[in-house]
């Protein structure tokens, strides 16, 4: 069973909170080859390497490169030395999601609020500065292993961090336009959790439950809530597996990251027909959608804004809440540990999630987990 809370719930809860957070600012991956990561997803996803930072910008230990599309900032960092933090999270959970950085007005009163809150400090507020650019940050932890950077940005917002972020002249042949913001992080949590980790974002900071659903596929079933800022633009779909049913995908996820972690990353595009065509030439493996899906599509959900034909022939999942329609497609998992994967969305009015799609991928996830048996 799924239900939506509505836009005046949603800010009547957040109402007094002082984390205003107005979006995510970038995603930092520890991966083992920054480079090799920094390659996959130019070539195949349209991003472009915009800048570095290393030992000889000052940064010690790792060096990071930072990837751009769109309204998005990626960060690939890799250790220089086997004892890194860095090193260390890759031995754990693989090449994975590390931080999930927030826009914020005022990172020194975000950073005070939040721990104030109940959340523990990983880092104090810092600003770095050149040329009249300023850019604060302070962090603290969130779920697992993943951390959540507040970020102030005063002054030419191309500058990622002044002073130890260099950052390249602009691509004369201008970026590609396939996708825009990250819409949602999906999070996969141990049973158990998530409860305490939805209450935890809205008592630190001030988000609301927008969404849930129980689901159930054969023996296996999941718990899943969706949890919001005020702002609207940072969404997380917290995952638990249901205790006493059979293992499923979720359980795989978490015995495979060693613990909880982002299992997806939801790429939001204005039009996911074009965008996964051109995915797909650059070698881009999609999620298979049986053809029965499509022949009940129309019955079950009635006209959609994309042309079946066209929803078929790509694999494009369709769903609706009330506000309209969102459309989805899942990548195959490139991960060595068959973890990370990524996701292509693109809403038609739609806020939050349909009641059909979770269910969708997670029967999808678990053919690709039979056929690799």
Not at 122 to 146: L, M, N, Q, Y
Not at 207 to 220: D, L, N, P, T, W
Not at 341 to 369: C, M, P, Q
Request: proline share 3%.
């Amino acid at each position: 069973m799924a239900s939506d809370v509505t836009t005046e719930q949603k800010t009547r809860n957040a109402k007094g909170r002082s984390v205003n957070i107005d979006g995510i600012d970038h995603v930092e991956f520890y991966v083992g080859d920054a480079q090799q990561w920094a390659f996959s997803l130019c070539t195949a996803f349209g991003f472009r390497l915009v800048g570095q930072a290393g030992p000889d910008t000052g940064l010690d230990g790792r060096r990071s490169l930072l990837l751009s599309q769109g309204g998005t900032w990626i960060v690939l960092t890799s250790a220089l030395t086997a004892d890194h933090p860095v090193a260390d999270y890759v031995s754990r959970h693989g090449d994975g999601v590390a931080g999930i950085a927030f826009e914020v007005s005022d990172a020194v009163r975000a950073h005070t609020e939040a721990v104030r809150a109940g959340a523990v400090s990983v880092s104090e507020p810092v600003t770095h500065a050149r040329c009249g650019t300023e850019v604060t940050t302070a962090t603290v932890a969130g779920f697992g292993d993943v951390t959540h950077t507040f970020v102030q940005r005063v002054g030419d917002r191309t500058e990622f961090l002044p002073g130890v972020m260099d950052v390249f002249a602009a691509d004369p042949d201008g970026p590609e336009a396939l996708i825009s913001v990250v819409d949602h992080a999906a999070v996969c949590l141990p049973a158990g959790q998530l409860d305490e980790t939805v209450a935890f974002y809205e008592k630190v900071f001030g988000f609301s439950q927008i969404f849930e659903e129980f689901i159930e596929v054969g023996e296996q079933a999941m718990d899943s809530k969706v949890v919001q800022s005020p702002s609207g633009k940072v969404t997380f779909t917290l995952i638990q597996p249901v205790p006493g049913r059979r293992p499923g995908q979720i359980d795989d996820f978490i015995a495979r990251h060693g613990g909880a972690g982002v299992q997806h990353l939801a790429l939001l595009s204005d039009d996911i027909i074009a965008t996964v065509e051109t995915l797909k030439s650059r070698g881009v493996p999609f999620l298979d959608t049986p053809a029965t899906y499509y022949d009940e599509l129309e019955q079950r959900l009635g006209r959609t804004d994309l042309r079946l034909d066209d929803l078929r022939r790509t694999n494009v999942l369709v769903d609706r809440d009330h506000w309209g329609q969102v459309f989805q497609i899942f990548a195959r998992s490139m991960h060595v540990r068959q973890t990370f994967f990524w996701e292509v969305i693109d809403r038609h009015g739609a806020r939050t999630f349909g009641s059909g799609n979770i269910k969708a991928l997670y029967e999808a996830v678990a053919r690709e987990e039979t056929a690799r048996v």
